[in-house]
């Protein structure tokens, strides 16, 4: 194996003594990537391995994500770049950990890197070698669907974007002959000679990421994968769907390369099922099968998409609301059924499903293709590492830790994240990154910055006396652009353009080799203004701005033109798509010729943190802070810590919660680094990232304090019933008390004969258009409980559907087994209770079999939801940050920034964000202040650039600017009498600068002259 300098100069002192300032990051998936830049930016060396060639894992694989339809490459390419390009980022691709040897803060791993065949010092990513292959292989990361050459980059934005050689399927190897990729190389660099080498790192911790297969749908025959063409698996439909698969986002059946119409999918392929060795819930099957139904709907008009289920598992953030539209908007056919056979049709390879039907009916229908929903299982390897890195596996396979622990390892020092704890979607595996990441950082705090390596940027280019030179870069984004907008004319016509000295397209002008064309570019042709016309700046300017500084010219420097998201993705008509773009383009360059440098400050960061929230939450991530060597100031508005848990008693997983809450006030009150304020709120907030500042009320006490960032973790609340004669019965309760009762009074229960429990209240209505997530996992867990009080009592479980996701699936399992009855009502038949001579009574259609019951409980037992916090409204207009459509606190990315807002320095976790479980609670409260600690790990932090500046001659000292603010950033200076804006303050929202009377405000980078003449573009006759 090449090592890269860095890597090598890195590796430290593997016999050294003491704690190491570095970690080893297992998997370079999204968890794995997540875990390690957050390490990295908050001062620690971090080595990334993977088996793979590249990193991204097999959220590279998909085509969206749900439920914001994100282009799933667009989100992640720049976390790909920005790893790769990271100076505390070493990556070690296409190699295994051998040998874990050490105890916590000293390990030492030996990792075996695979023969590669190519030299990565010479090869400069040209992919001339894989043209000239003459050997065709399955391509993994094409799922079996599309192929790859035996030389190859797995997918064309990969990093590192340089090949590999496949022995197996190297001629060159198998045979003795060919040698065509050693030909044809330009720089030498192909080695056939190459050998393995094993290298040894000295790390302080060990964070596992490896990530997850798919289970093989083989081991369902009866619905024919890999004996019928147009039977596939969900992740082969991932990649026709997408614009770099096979078919170029085209649906075609692999049978004949027809555009199927009637599609059908088939839930639950490998999950909730004993035969198949998986009888945990996958998780995110039924989300994602939602997700291929909306974008196939999308992709052909006449599609007709119907899913075969069991239980709509729509449990995690804004999914019901995704589900529902689905069914609603995008027309998506929803059957809950079992599929028993798929049989081929002969003469036109259609598939006919055998079902039995909601009403007990057994039926047949006929579809075009078959998706197969395949559930997830550990990768490949995974039990071989846990052997290497001694620890314990669950009875799936998957890693071993408790509630109240959950990302630690059996192994003290080695952590876990991701879908080796258990099959979860990719925020929850985001929040688990940086939870691990914070607990490894917690280990090594001492060693902190101790390997860091500081970037250093070319001197930045002076402009001012250059006359303007732009250049234009056209992304065709695999098919996302380019099959509808016609790149090459884009680019011949801004080639025309004033002033437009370079212009180029390439297929994925994000991808590594692309930004490092860009920067060759900006030296050849010595250019001072660039252009990328491709997606939204959202989410891939910050990255393009990093090629400019780079590049050695000011970062401001830059303009986006989206002709995705504005053209290709909303016009079906590829001249009016192409016409838009040119205009776009043009629009961009003329704002471009305006652009000026801006000069960004340094401001100095106090490393002390707001915890607001003192739950389980609020303490958790106040006291990974404290580990960590940070100081915070935890506010509780009750009289004592703890929060929702102090209505908790027991866990599904049998813990005892009472007592891991005095062990964790306990630990709270001890830690020095933690200040409590109880009986308190906030009533003061301003600043910025860095340097915030706040006044506390306690005990009508007063104080003001300063922080660098701020962690909002306020809880949520339980909702209160109106219906079902809550209050007007004292039989009628919610699952809260009923937990209180069995836990502190348990023989009062013992003598009841029949219990009920209706699901869903306050959730999943119009008022609550979310699943609260819990309650079932809350239902299955009580009624395990009453069955160990009285294994003769009777059970009704009333429900819409039972979203008992991950291993929380064998409780219900359980729970069945233990006689508890299960019965669905729907939104149309909820049951009824009444109360007769004090006798309760329970109407309610058995909507699986059409039967009306009549239950006559001695208790009704409510599984109620959980509503944002009451103070959320006030809380947020203090410190100025979003709240979504339901009332809980709004992530700055549903998928990738789920910890973070839209505004730097405050980050969110717990029942603040959502319903959640205490393990995903406790992961989110740590991944928070692992987010936090990269702001508070940093001496000063470069603030300013887009920011209103106020110019002093023209202001009238109306004040207009100080009213208007949604931020309170404007101030009087009495001795100038004139409106002063901090730049370290402002948020650049532009409101003071469109108000003013006089025109005294600019925001710099959106100048009146800039605005203008980008609009005056679009007027001008286009050239042809």
Not at 128 to 143: G, R
Not at 913 to 937: F, N, T, W
Request: net charge neutral.
């Amino acid at each position: 194996m090449i090592m890269s300098s860095k890597a090598a100069s890195g590796n430290g002192d593997a016999k050294s003594a003491g704690k190491v300032g570095a970690i080893m990051v297992i998997g370079g998936g999204i968890g794995g990537m997540q875990a390690s830049l957050d390490l990295a930016n908050a001062g620690f060396k971090v080595y990334l391995v993977d088996k793979s060639s590249s990193i991204g894992g097999r959220m590279a694989q998909l085509d969206k994500t749900f439920p914001t339809n994100d282009c799933s490459m667009c989100t992640i390419s720049p976390k790909l770049i920005e790893v790769d390009k990271h100076l505390n980022i070493d990556l070690v691709t296409y190699a295994e950990v051998e040998a874990i040897e050490g105890d916590v803060g000293n390990f030492t791993v030996r990792v075996r890197c695979k023969a590669k065949s190519v030299d990565y010092s010479r090869c400069t990513g040209c992919g001339l070698c894989q043209e000239k292959c003459p050997t065709k292989v399955d391509s993994e990361f094409e799922a079996a669907i599309g192929k790859r050459k035996a030389i190859y980059v797995p997918y064309p934005q990969a990093v590192p974007n340089k090949p590999v050689i496949d022995r197996e399927h190297c001629l060159k190897f198998t045979k003795g002959k060919c040698g065509v990729c050693a030909k044809k190389c330009p720089t030498g660099a192909i080695n056939y000679d190459d050998t393995d080498k094993v290298v040894e790192f000295n790390v302080g911790a060990i964070i596992l990421a490896p990530g997850y297969d798919t289970v093989d749908a083989r081991l369902k025959p009866e619905y024919g994968f890999g004996r019928y063409k147009n039977v596939i698996t969900s992740l082969q439909y991932e990649r026709l769907l997408s614009a770099s698969g096979p078919t170029q986002g085209h649906i075609k059946r692999p049978s004949d390369g027809a555009v199927p119409h009637r599609i059908a999918w088939i839930q639950c392929v490998g999950s909730r099922d004993a035969l198949c060795g998986n009888e945990y819930c996958s998780s995110v099957c039924c989300m994602y099968a939602t997700k291929e139904a909306i974008m196939t709907a999308e992709h052909e008009k006449e599609a007709k998409c119907t899913i075969f289920f069991n239980d709509i598992r729509a449990f995690g953030k804004g999914f019901e609301r995704y589900y529902i539209g689905a069914e609603k908007e995008s027309g998506v056919r929803y059957i809950r059924g079992i599929v028993s056979t798929v049989r081929e049709m002969q003469k036109t390879k259609n598939l006919l499903l055998k079902y039995v039907s909601d009403d007990g009916e057994i039926k047949e229908e006929e579809f075009d293709m078959v998706v197969l929903s395949v559930g997830l299982t550990p990768s490949k390897g995974t039990k071989e590492l846990a052997k290497v890195a001694a620890i314990e596996l669950d009875s799936h396979g998957y890693a071993a830790t408790s509630t109240f622990q959950p990302n630690e390892s059996s192994r003290p020092g080695v952590f876990v994240c991701g879908a080796f704890l258990a099959p979860m979607d990719i925020p929850e595996t985001v929040m688990t990154a940086s939870s691990a990441a914070a607990a490894s950082a917690e280990l090594v705090s001492s060693e902190r910055g101790a390997l860091a390596a500081h970037k250093e940027y070319p001197a930045e280019r002076e402009i001012a006396e250059e006359e303007p030179r732009v250049g234009v870069f056209v992304c065709r984004c695999g098919t996302n652009i380019g099959r509808i907008v016609d790149v090459p004319k884009v680019v011949e016509y801004a080639k025309m353009l004033p002033h437009v000295k370079f212009a180029t397209e390439s297929l994925f002008t994000c991808s590594t080799d692309s930004t490092r064309g860009i920067a060759d570019a900006i030296k050849e042709h010595n250019l001072n203004r660039v252009v990328v016309a491709a997606c939204t700046p959202a989410t891939h300017e910050p990255l393009f701005q990093e090629t400019l500084r780079e590049a050695g010219l000011n970062k401001f420097l830059f303009e986006m033109a989206n002709i995705r998201n504005q053209c290709s993705w909303v016009h079906e008509d590829a001249a009016l798509a192409t016409a838009k773009s040119i205009d776009l383009v043009r629009m961009a360059v003329y704002r471009a010729l305006q652009l000026e440098p801006i000069r960004q400050l340094e401001s100095p960061v106090t490393q002390k943190a707001l915890v607001i929230g003192g739950g389980l939450s609020g303490m958790t991530a106040a006291l990974s802070l404290a580990r960590q060597g940070f100081e915070s100031y935890l506010v509780e508005k009750g009289d004592k810590l703890g929060g929702y848990l102090n209505r908790l008693h027991y866990t599904l997983e049998g813990d005892d919660v009472p007592k891991q809450v005095r062990e964790l006030v306990d630990e709270v009150k001890k830690e020095q680094l933690i200040k409590v304020f109880a009986n308190a709120e906030v009533t003061e907030f301003g600043g910025h990232i860095g340097n915030f500042h706040a006044a506390i009320k306690s005990n009508g006490k007063t104080e003001k304090i300063d922080i660098g960032a701020v962690i909002v973790a306020t809880g949520a609340q339980e909702y209160q019933p109106t219906e079902y004669l809550y209050s007007k019965s004292p039989n009628v309760l919610t699952q809260l008390e009923l937990e209180e009762r069995i836990a502190k009074d348990p023989a009062t229960l013992k003598n009841a004969k029949t219990i009920v429990m209706i699901q869903c209240v306050g959730s999943r209505d119009e008022e609550h258009v979310y699943c609260s997530r819990v309650c079932c996992g809350q239902a299955v867990k009580n009624a395990l409980k009453l069955k160990e009080l009285n294994p003769a009592m009777k059970i009704y479980v009333l429900h819409r559907d039972i979203r008992t996701y991950a291993a929380k699936e064998l409780a219900y399992k359980k729970a069945r087994e233990k006689g508890v009855l299960f019965l669905r009502y729907d939104t149309e038949h909820k049951p009824e209770v009444v109360q007769t001579n004090g006798k309760l009574s329970v109407r309610a259609q058995d909507v699986s079999i059409g039967a009306m019951l009549d239950i006559k409980p001695d208790m009704v037992v409510l599984s109620t939801g959980i509503v944002p916090h009451a103070t959320n409204p006030e809380l947020s207009s203090l410190l100025k940050v979003s709240l979504d459509r339901d009332g809980f606190y709004l992530e700055a990315h549903l998928k990738l920034r789920p910890l973070d807002f839209s505004s730097d320095g405050i980050f969110l976790c717990g029942l603040a964000h959502s319903p959640k479980y205490i393990e995903e609670s406790i992961a989110q409260a740590r991944g928070a202040a692992s987010r936090a600690a990269d702001v508070l790990s940093k001496q000063s932090l470069t603030v300013g650039g887009i920011v209103s500046v106020v110019e002093a001659e023209k202001c009238v000292a109306c004040l207009t600017c100080v009213r208007v603010c949604p931020y309170g950033v404007p101030e009087f200076k009495e001795e100038e009498g004139v409106a002063y804006i901090e730049p370290a303050a402002c948020h650049g929202c532009g409101i003071c600068a469109a108000v003013c009377p006089n025109k005294a405000i600019q925001v710099r980078h959106y100048k009146d002259k800039q605005i203008i003449a980008k609009c005056e573009a679009l007027y001008e006759t286009a050239k042809t």
